[in-house]
């Protein structure tokens, strides 16, 4: 069980990130926008700036998915249930959310969804 002061430096270490990622989300749509209506001098700019553009927008839609994944760790947090992998229940390490204070799954699950999702 995570003590105190774990969930303390945690929620902290969300609180950092989702602003870190808000800020590059807000930075993606604006230079998409910007670059999508300037002027393109000809057929090959314009076909750079929709793959930059299209790339840029998934990169956005990843980061978004951080963010929900973000706000429902902040949530199970101030509910009690922060920590405990949503396939097997089992407790989360300490160190494993420190390294993603996001993260849904322990190791063991975590490898047999991706197996699963790798399968498909």
Same mark, same amino acid.
């Given at each position: 069980m *995570?003590n105190?002061e774990?969930?303390?430096r945690?929620?902290? #270490?969300?609180l %950092?990130v989702?602003?870190? *990622?808000?800020?590059d989300v %807000?930075?993606?749509q604006?230079?998409s926008n %910007?670059?999508?209506? /300037?002027e393109? @001098?000809?057929i090959?700019?314009?076909? $750079?700036?929709?793959? /930059?553009?299209n *790339?840029m927008?998934s #990169?956005?839609?990843?980061?978004?998915?951080q963010?929900k *994944?973000?706000?429902?760790a902040? $949530?199970?947090?101030? $509910?009690? %249930?922060?920590g405990?992998c949503v396939?097997c229940? /089992?407790?989360? @390490?300490?160190? #494993?959310?420190? /390294?993603?204070p996001?993260?849904?799954?322990?190791?063991n699950c975590m490898?047999k969804f991706?197996?699963?999702? #790798?399968?498909?």
């Amino acid at each position: 069980m *995570l003590n105190k002061e774990q969930l303390t430096r945690l929620k902290e #270490r969300l609180l %950092d990130v989702r602003e870190a *990622l808000v800020r590059d989300v %807000d930075h993606i749509q604006k230079h998409s926008n %910007d670059e999508y209506e /300037s002027e393109a @001098p000809d057929i090959n700019d314009e076909a $750079s700036r929709t793959y /930059s553009r299209n *790339l840029m927008l998934s #990169r956005g839609e990843a980061e978004r998915h951080q963010l929900k *994944l973000i706000d429902e760790a902040l $949530s199970a947090i101030e $509910s009690g %249930d922060y920590g405990v992998c949503v396939d097997c229940e /089992s407790e989360i @390490p300490f160190e #494993r959310l420190l /390294s993603v204070p996001y993260v849904e799954r322990c190791v063991n699950c975590m490898t047999k969804f991706e197996d699963k999702q #790798r399968g498909q």
